[in-house]
């Protein structure tokens, strides 16, 4: 079967591609032909809308993890920005500033393995203030949480929660030992027990190989996550993966497309990485991907919104506010 009479059969026959597949045509095919029949996929299954969310790094470094990706990791040494959690009113500011763009959802993000004690209130009352001050949807990153916390988030007023699994299962070991790629299913099941949706994906360019990324897809597809991040990675001085040399535009591409076959109604969302690739990523959202993070990341630098705005209007695409579609 070719890339177009799969592609057909995904979106005519409603057919899931699954491990037994042979997973090998989406590494051996012509990459214009894969990225242009994933875009049908796309168009079909999910739209012309483009999801936008955006991020504020609520508590930064004096991360006890030894994710070797990250710069917040007090076993690197990056010289990261340190602070506690941050002033409500500073959250609330920000958010104010996203929602008077085009921003869909506002996440708050904190380092650490998990939120406990007096930091993990400070977050629920800031959930609950922009929730009665803001019209966006919310979602939180919090790490490893308990069965009552997330009940405790979903009662604040979030809706989403973000838990990537970084990378395959057999590759995850090397990217990180301090906490397991099980947990992270564990984790991800708690938050959908509350009734959370998930946004989880994971980062490529960190020496897996091209079958691991295939790996993930079909673990996220077997997961059924409905918000699928996509980052490249940026190599942080200071990290074990500071020399990796620098992911190519096309393993972006070929990525981003074959993750919309495995998983073609998910949100395939453009994240870390995108000022690698040509014009911020357009051939990606030509090539299958659905949503983006816009604004200013973590510890690598993306898209302003007014320029994915002006980006993605002019490739005919959909760029309003969803709770402005109410």
Known sequence: MNIKELADKVINDGYRI?????????????????????????????????????????????????CKFCAQSVHHNTGCEQYEFLDEDEILKLAKINEGEIVDRYSIVTSGKSLTGD???????????????????????????????????????????????ETSRGYFPQICTTHTFEDKIDNIRRA??????????????????????LDMAMSLAELEIESIPINALMPIEGTPLENMPQ??????????????????????????????????????????????ITGNMLTTSSSTIRADKKLLEGMGRKVIRSYDEK
């Open 119 to 165: 930091n993990f209130d400070k977050v629920l009352k800031a959930f609950e203030r922009l929730r009665r001050e803001c019209r966006m949807d919310f979602c939180a990153s919090l790490g490893f949480l308990t069965d009552e916390q997330f009940e405790e988030l979903v009662k604040a007023g979030v809706t989403n929660y973000h838990a990537n699994i």
């Open 18 to 66: 699954t491990r037994e597949d042979d997973l090998s045509v989406f590494l051996d095919c012509e990459l214009d032909e894969l990225c242009r029949e994933a875009d049908r996929i796309r168009e079909k299954m999910c739209g012309d809308k483009v999801e936008l969310c955006t991020i504020v790094n609520g508590r930064s470094g004096k991360c006890g993890e030894d």
């Open 192 to 213: 959908r027990k509350a009734g959370l949706h998930v946004c989880s994906g994971g980062i490529i360019g960190m020496g897996e190989t091209p079958e691991d990324r």
């Open 247 to 292: 992911i190519t535009e096309e393993e972006i591409l070929r990525t981003v497309a074959f993750f919309r076959f495995i998983n073609p109604s998910a949100k395939i969302r453009l994240a870390a990485g995108r000022a690698i690739m040509t014009n911020n990523g357009e051939a990606a959202f030509a090539g299958g991907a659905s949503a983006t």
